[in-house]
């Protein structure tokens, strides 16, 4: 069987990695995740969003939209394709939520007006985005949101808060899940909404994560006015639009099966210099490398289906569950391997990888969480996937 992608999607990845030898600064090293610039200080935010256009010029944040968008119809394999690389070189830029997650609900969901507005942003690089969807009391169950949207006139008025929204501190925009109706079924009354970040009334609260980074916010809604323009998809018709955005969101938007591939690669090439390994961490390094490219199929599968207009939900979770799980392994061999030293942090004088390996253990931790546990994706496999009844 060949497993290969095919001359097309090789010539663009290697034009892909021509594009980042050139944009980014020779001895660029940054330890995080690619696509969580927003984490960090402003110096990386200025330069994400300057690979963002200069992506966005070179039509690379389009290319699976329609023509009329300005898109190449591209196969989504194209679009995996330039987030591995970007991920595999620590380049940020790529905005996971707006290109990955945003763009083909508004293609899938928007009104004609709605996507002539919003998607040129998107493909230019130029406006971020973030998701409030989850609450204190609605996260797995997010139909349960107590978010409410009253109409007035020409516009949705907004109260409530949302939680573990990830970059609202840099985002331009963000995409609402709000309760437009407390007497329907609540997986009907609920409304999907595009919001301005700058918005009168969003106050935005910082919450640091265990590894000591600042990626996620409570987001508040004072009396938010937002247009009636911006909702998507009808009032009370927003959870089909959210389960959309899920879909993408769990499938092509994160590549973690490259985080983790290239954090072994890291690990091998230190435990060269350091001496070698252990035969037993060795096995265990070559396994894990096995199992990062069953999650690379996974991932090209679910990117296929996509392209091909099937059904891709149960997939999707396979791909997230897969190898968000691969990585907290990957991370456990990695302190394995590393011994004491491993456990030093970033500053540290004899940190191993600069103090690499803690981080990354404590923030993988979070990955099975986001965009839905593994609970629910073991939900998701087992009912739309396999069939099996509800218990």
């Known amino acids: 069987m060949d497993f290969a992608l095919g001359q097309e999607l090789e010539v663009f990845r290697r034009e892909v990695r021509e594009f980042i030898d050139r944009e980014v600064p020779s001895g660029w090293h940054w330890p995080r ?13 200025r330069f994400a969003r300057t690979i963002a256009r200069k992506l966005g010029a070179n039509g690379w944040l389009s290319l699976t939209w329609p023509g009329d968008y300005g898109g190449r119809q591209a ?11 970007l991920e595999y070189r620590g380049c940020p830029g790529m905005d996971i939520f707006g290109v990955g997650m945003i763009a083909p609900t508004l293609l899938r969901f928007a009104s004609e007006e709605q996507k002539r507005e919003h998607l040129p942003g998107i493909a230019a690089g130029q406006n971020f985005w973030c998701e409030c969807l989850s609450e204190p009391g609605a996260g797995s169950d997010l139909a349960s949101l107590g978010t409410q949207a009253v109409e007035d006139g020409d516009h949705f008025v907004v109260n409530g808060q ?19 109706d407390k007497e329907l079924p609540r997986h009907k009354g609920v409304s999907f909404f595009l919001v301005d970040m700058k918005t009168q009334g969003i106050t935005v609260r910082p919450l640091i994560n265990m590894a000591g980074d600042y990626e996620s916010n409570e987001v508040y809604f004072d009396s938010v006015r937002i247009p009636k323009r911006n909702l998507i998809g009808g009032k009370n018709r927003g959870w089909p639009v959210v389960l959309g955005l899920l879909d993408y969101e769990r499938s092509t938007a994160v590549p973690f099966y490259v985080v983790a591939r290239h954090y072994l690669e890291v690990i091998a090439q230190y435990a060269v210099r350091a001496g070698g390994l252990r035969n037993t961490i060795r096995n265990r390094l070559a396994d894990l490398a096995v199992q ?100």
């Open 292 to 391: 990062c490219e069953i999650g690379r199929l996974l991932a090209y599968r679910a990117a296929w289906l996509q392209g091909e207009g099937l059904p891709f939900d149960a997939e999707a979770a396979k791909v997230k569950l897969y190898t968000v799980e691969l990585n907290q392994r990957v991370a456990g061999a990695a302190m394995e391997a590393l011994g004491l030293s491993g456990t030093l942090l970033e500053g540290s004088r004899q940190a191993p990888l600069d103090g690499r390996a803690p981080w990354y253990y404590l923030r993988c931790v979070g990955n099975t969480l986001e965009a839905g546990a593994s609970e629910i994706d073991r939900d998701i496999i087992a009912s739309r996937g396999l069939g099996l009844p509800r218990g």
């Open 162 to 180: 949302k939680v573990w929204t990830s970059g609202a501190h840099r985002a331009d925009w963000c995409i609402l899940l709000a309760r437009t």
């Open 75 to 85: 196969s989504p394999l194209f679009q995996l394709v330039l987030a591995e690389e």
């Open 33 to 45: 995740y690619a696509f969580d610039h927003y984490s960090h200080n402003d110096e990386v935010e």
